[in-house]
């Protein structure tokens, strides 16, 4: 089976942000672009192997992350019920970089068809790095889940006002907000507690502004 590329769509290929490999029914490594190059494939580049073979770099990624169970998953997942190439699959993975920092990539499969077949024996994957969208959506998960902790009844001290909250612990109005809001305090006395306080100064609250 021989393909022709056009100059503009290997300058395509090359030049696009997205890290693209294409890939053969055995999972071997056909074509890179620069973006995979200097991308998702650098922390495994130390073996041939882990280079060439897209499964073999999934499993040796899988290996190394944190959350050992899914990453696995995914790797079996590719392994058993994509090939033969026939449909487009979409997976969301997260990489844990030699620095120690986590980064989500949205891997696309597409199969290269080349004429009125249905199934095919080439594939184009794409590493998209996701990792600011996924940062913007754990904050608004967080936000979301803080405000929902301020509806419905608080138990709260009948006597010195301190709040019990999830984790069945007092804790003092103040401090509840802080851990459950964005809110911070700041000190004042209301008229009320300075008349009922300090009297012999309840009269300047009464002078005109």
């Known amino acids: 089976m021989r393909y022709v590329t056009s100059d503009l769509e290997s300058l395509s290929f090359q030049s696009t942000n997205h890290q693209l490999i294409i890939v ?3 999972w071997m490594i056909r074509s890179c672009n620069r973006a995979w190059e200097r991308g998702f494939h ?8 882990c280079h060439r073979h897209y499964l073999h770099l999934m499993e040796a990624w899988a290996a190394q992350q944190k959350d050992i169970l899914p990453a696995t ?7 058993h019920n994509v090939v ?10 997260s990489v844990t970089t030699p620095y120690n920092e986590e980064r989500w990539f949205r891997v696309e499969l597409t199969p290269l068809y080349d004429g009125p077949a249905m199934d095919t024996a080439l594939a184009l994957v794409a590493h998209t790095d996701i990792t600011e969208q996924k940062k913007t959506e754990l904050q608004l998960r967080q936000a979301l889940t803080e405000a929902r902790t301020l509806f419905g009844l ?6 010195c006002k301190h709040i019990k909250d999830e984790s ?3 804790s003092s109005v103040e401090h509840y907000l ?5 809110a911070e305090f700041t000190h ?3 008229p009320e507690c300075i008349r009922r306080l300090y009297p012999k100064y309840s009269n300047v609250l009464d002078q005109p502004h």
């Open 188 to 190: 004042d006395i209301c």
């Open 73 to 79: 998953t995914f790797a079996q997942d590719l392994r």
């Open 168 to 170: 069945e612990e007092w």
């Open 178 to 182: 802080e851990k459950h809001t964005s």
């Open 42 to 49: 650098r922390p495994f580049s130390h073996t041939a192997r």
């Open 84 to 93: 033969p190439f026939k449909q487009t699959h979409t997976y969301d993975i």
């Open 24 to 26: 053969d029914q055995h």
């Open 154 to 159: 608080l138990p709260i001290c009948a006597v």
